[in-house]
């Protein structure tokens, strides 16, 4: 799979340099602001803005990079995204965890990773029907370079019951890039919101418990 790492303050001049890239508006691969957290109606930066000063963090004239899922031909599934939110002198100020369901719910966690990008987080969100709501995230947010690595762990009544992590190595962002990455991984969007199924059958023949699914108070700031 391939995902999109940007500098949310370099979305307008990417949508105007890629050929196939559309932010807001049709395009082969897009990002559209209504995916994610805060107004549909304003860029992500500002809906990212207003949910961190909800927080009492202000991030004027700092840099944002923002690891997500595109649209691919209109579709987009993002288990996760990833907000790497520095302050104006250029330090890891926070880092918000943005996370989607398959109930077309979403919730931000809000964490303050240490020098080696690890943080902690109390589950809030219904994610899957085999595990309950409650317990902690143990994360991982290293600044990513030439390399990407993310983790999370849930940890219920003292153990692991779930891990997952995702490592990635840096490719430039330019249309021959994603011509190549669209030949490789066709609608892998698709893919992922069908793995996510299929493995789910797979649990549910196995018998594993199910957890009755419960709407989500939407947070202030997110929608």
Same mark, same amino acid.
């Given at each position: 799979m391939y995902m999109w790492l940007v500098d949310l303050d370099d979305l307008p001049a990417l949508d105007r340099s890629l050929r196939l890239l559309g932010v807001d508006r049709a395009g082969v691969h897009g990002i559209r602001s209504g995916d994610h957290l805060g107004d549909p109606s304003l860029p992500i930066r500002d809906s990212l803005g207003a949910f961190l000063a909800l927080?009492?963090?202000d991030l004027s004239g700092?840099?944002?990079l923002f690891l997500t899922n595109a649209r691919v031909f209109g579709h987009v599934f993002n288990p996760l995204s990833v907000f790497y939110c520095h302050d104006a002198a250029g330090a890891l100020a926070a880092v918000v965890a943005e996370v989607h369901n398959t109930h077309g719910e979403h919730h931000c966690y809000l964490v303050r990773p240490d020098a080696d990008g690890r943080c902690d987080a109390e589950k809030r969100f219904y994610v899957s029907p085999f595990l309950t709501v409650d317990g902690g995230y143990r994360m991982s947010f290293p600044a990513p370079g030439d390399r990407l690595a993310v983790r999370i762990e849930l940890i219920q009544d003292g153990r692991r019951v779930f891990a997952a992590s995702l490592t990635g190595r840096r490719r430039p962002l330019n249309d021959a890039t994603l011509l190549r990455m #669209?030949?490789?991984?066709? #609608?892998?969007?698709l893919?992922?919101?069908a793995l996510i199924r299929v493995q789910g059958m797979r649990l549910? #023949?196995?018998r594993a418990g199910h957890v009755q699914h419960e709407p989500h108070t939407s947070q202030r700031g997110v929608g």
């Open positions: 927080h009492g963090i700092g840099r944002v #669209l030949a490789r991984h066709p #609608l892998f969007t893919k992922v919101s549910w #023949l196995r």
